[in-house]
């Protein structure tokens, strides 16, 4: 069964301050990977896209990692803002479907205190 | 910032009403999606569409029906409204290339009474 598994559900931490959010997945045959940020009462934004063969990408104060191997990424947000209080989702897309069919982890909610 | 929005952005209706949720974009995207997503869990599939004219339902089963008449058009229509239909419904949108990012409506936020 394709799943994506995300941990911590919840992780509060003070500003200025790095963390790491993990995501697993069994998504098979794998496409990409992504990790979306959506705050609360809007929808996702991509933040990171990665392909098979891509083992990092990042955007800004975001630096995601891909283990292909492993089946196994992480979103890593360094000197942590009030405004990166959120909920992190990856997201992985499957290989061989016109559709290019996501699942969906149930993100990680991150509360950033000052 | 994505030129996709809902509409709606909060509705509170009560139960039997008929409700339909706006989604617009202005990208010219091809390919259109409703999610559904319940506080702390994930977006669940629940229609989707390729082009004018087409409309398939997704992994989750819903009530709602979608229609196509428009490429920037991609409205969801409840007939009759339930407390269980409750929950927020996003709407996303993407070129249609195989790999394409989805970008998202702000969502619309359903609460049946």
């Known amino acids: 069964k394709n799943q994506v598994e995300q941990s911590p559900q919840s992780l509060i931490i003070l500003e200025g301050k790095n963390c790491t959010l993990q995501?697993?997945?069994?998504?098979?045959?794998?496409?990409?990977l992504r990790w979306y940020k959506q705050d609360t009462g809007r929808g996702p934004v991509s933040l990171t896209i990665?392909?098979?063969?891509?083992n990092t990408k990042s955007n800004g104060r975001y630096t995601a990692t891909l283990d292909a191997d492993t089946k196994q990424s992480s979103l890593h947000i360094t000197a942590s803002q009030l405004s990166d209080s959120a909920s992190y989702i990856c997201v992985v897309s499957d290989r061989g479907s016109t559709l290019g069919r996501l699942y969906f982890g149930r993100g990680t909610q991150l509360t950033v205190w000052p | 910032e994505a030129d996709i929005y809902q509409t709606p952005r909060y509705l509170v209706i009560g139960t039997g009403k008929k409700i339909t949720l706006e989604c617009s974009q202005t990208m010219g995207h091809d390919k259109m999606y409703w999610y559904q997503q319940d506080p702390g869990m994930e977006l669940h599939l629940i229609h989707y569409?390729?082009?004018?004219?087409?409309?398939e339902k997704g992994d989750l089963s819903s009530e709602s029906t979608v229609s196509r008449i428009r490429t920037e058009h991609f409205p969801l229509t409840l007939e009759s409204a339930r407390p269980s239909h409750t929950s927020q419904y996003l709407c996303?949108?993407?070129?249609?290339?195989?790999?394409?990012?989805?970008?998202f409506g702000p969502g619309t936020r359903l609460l049946v009474l």
């Open positions: 996303a949108s993407s070129e249609g290339s195989g790999e394409e990012t989805q970008y």
């Open positions: 990665m392909t098979f063969s891509e």
């Open positions: 569409s390729y082009g004018v004219n087409s409309t």
């Open positions: 995501c697993n997945y069994t998504v098979s045959p794998f496409s990409n």
